[in-house]
């Protein structure tokens, strides 16, 4: 099993009104479509998979049914180092769904993996004020309802 | 779509406000009439009508792509009806579907119109939609993306490479304000303009953006009529003739949306369409532009090169785009002068150039403005549409 955090329980925050409790409270899970299940899967073992097309060579992100570059079917996965640089952030306090105010503030970043993909995830295990453009980062999964959703944190020297 | 071929010779709006009271019927017939008198038309004159896809919106959405408008109107002489939904880019596609009725004869007036009534969706309904909208479920929604992280994201980026200071970005609000400060139809008709200190003191919703660079949902509606370029000239009215277009697609999700590319777009969709209209930059009178949050505007006042690299900041906060400023740009204020009505925004943007152009802006009136470049996104960023309208062709 890989290095993962869970999520805590969650309950709304104290004081909320009756009237917003018809807000939907479940934290969502990946949307998986067939061809991806395999990047999910991936994840569960510790693995942060690439669709590679064999025919033309591409490093396909997100994954695709067909090679979005040349509509092969003749897909293949490799497995990424896990390593990656911050393209850019955004650290949130505030005006989030509800279901996630129980984890502000938390940080989205789009980092660049050593692959040549660009992926949408959380800065973790740092301090907001600490996260900057460029800065060197790893895979670390996070647990959700089964899922394990990548996450990067900081590379320790 | 070639030079000069249709113009807009009718507007009706009224102004974004949180008015429950005002359905969504009852905008549209104050725009609708507005707009075909304006354009000194009777009723049955209008033989096609498009209506902006009212986003989170499902009731108003049906009836209108089941062809109540018409109906409801009393539009005897109607020949066609449809809706048109490209998120922010709706209105450009509707005044593209006006322009296709026009020129294959199907139509000779088509009126164009937008409404939305954000202010009767239930909370958690507003919440839910536009919490996904535009979001991709798989690789960014479970990570706890937002719209405004999307847009913080771009803009922590965008300073990142043009060193673009926080009061440079504040003073955006302030210069979009001052023109909605001035703009009857605005939710911030002569309110205060708020100063880069006060913009800088609200709170913090994501980095880089602060509570007041955010918007604010509205509730608004306005109308277009359009003819053939022809038959404007004959009618002897204010009009505004389109003279160029141009587009390029991005992406639809934004993690794959490629920065470069998107700059690349900007630039050379004002490229053709000011070749395409005949003008250079130092022709355009106002750059109308719509970009829904104001973190963007000195990025793209550095690709349309309005501003020099690295400068836009410093020319919005030395006042240049402001009222009164040298280089007037986006007059009604944007979405965050003019209150946000989805995809509303672009049709009120689109009036704003067409009133200009017709001398009717009031207060806001631009001296001598002859052209104006007008753009359009659709959704989240997925494409740029540039346009260039002026007021003769
Ligand atoms: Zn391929």
Redesign the pocket.
């Known amino acids: 099993m890989p290095a993962a955090v869970r999520d805590s329980t969650i309950s709304p925050p104290s004081g909320e009104r009756r009237s917003d409790m018809e807000f939907d409270m479940t934290k969502p899970v990946p949307e998986v479509q067939p061809w991806s299940e395999k990047f999910w899967e991936g994840t569960k073992e510790g693995k942060l998979l690439i669709q590679v097309?064999k025919?033309?060579k591409?490093k396909i992100f997100y994954p695709r049914k067909y090679?979005p570059?040349?509509w092969?079917g003749n897909l293949d996965w490799i497995e990424g180092s896990g390593r990656a640089k911050i393209y850019s952030f955004s650290t949130a306090y505030s005006m989030v769904e509800p279901k996630f105010m129980d984890e502000l503030p938390y940080t989205i970043a789009y980092v660049d993996l050593e692959e040549g993909i660009r992926m949408m995830t959380r800065i973790v295990d740092c301090e907001p004020a600490d996260i900057a453009i460029g800065m060197d980062v790893e895979v670390i999964f996070h647990e959700r309802g089964g899922f394990y959703l990548p996450y990067f944190r900081p590379v320790r020297q | 779509m070639s030079k000069g071929k249709i113009a807009i010779v009718g507007i009706g709006e009224v102004p974004t406000a949180n008015m429950p009271t005002r359905t969504h019927w009852d905008i549209i017939y104050d725009t609708c009439m507005e707009a075909v008198k304006d354009a000194g038309l009777h009723k049955n004159d209008i033989e096609g009508v498009v209506s902006v896809s009212p986003q989170a919106q499902p009731k108003i959405t049906a009836e209108l792509s089941f062809g109540k408008l018409p109906e409801e109107l009393g539009l005897k002489g109607c020949k066609d009806t449809v809706s048109c939904n490209a998120g922010g880019a709706s209105t450009s596609n509707c005044l593209r579907m006006a322009e296709q009725w026009i020129h294959s004869g199907i139509a000779k007036a088509v009126l164009v119109q937008h409404v939305t009534v954000h202010s009767t969706i239930p909370l958690a309904d507003q919440i839910n939609f536009f919490a996904k909208a535009g979001v991709d479920l798989q690789w960014e929604y479970p990570y706890g993306t937002t719209y405004n992280i999307i847009m913080g994201l771009m803009a922590n980026r965008f300073m990142h490479e043009s060193g673009c200071t926080p009061e440079q970005m504040a003073s955006v609000v302030t210069a979009l304000r001052s023109w909605a400060s001035r703009d009857p139809n605005s939710f911030f008709y002569k309110k205060d303009v708020p100063s880069v200190e006060k913009v800088l003191s609200s709170d913090l919703l994501n980095t880089p953006l602060h509570k007041r660079e955010s918007n604010v949902l509205g509730d608004g509606g306005c109308a277009m009529v359009v003819v053939s370029a022809e038959d404007a000239q004959k009618m002897k009215r204010p009009a505004a003739y389109k003279l160029g277009d141009s587009v390029r697609y991005f992406s639809g999700t934004c993690v794959m949306r490629d920065f470069k590319k998107v700059e690349e777009g900007f630039r050379v969709t004002a490229r053709e369409a000011m070749a395409q209209a005949g003008i250079t930059k130092e022709d355009v009178s106002i750059w109308n532009c719509y970009l829904a949050y104001p973190l963007a505007h000195p990025l793209v006042a550095e690709l349309l090169e309005v501003a020099p690299p690295g400068k836009a900041g410093q020319y919005f906060l030395e006042g240049r785009m402001s009222f009164g400023g040298d280089i007037p740009w986006s007059t009604i204020g944007d979405a965050p002068g003019r209150g946000h009505t989805g995809s509303g925004v672009s049709a009120a943007h689109y009036v704003e150039t067409a009133r200009q152009l017709m001398g009717k802006a009031g207060e806001r009136q631009v001296k001598n403005c002859r052209y104006v470049y007008q753009n359009a996104g659709g959704g989240s960023g997925f494409n740029n549409i540039a346009t260039i309208w002026g007021k003769e062709i």
């Open positions: 097309c025919d033309c591409s090679c570059e040349c092969s």
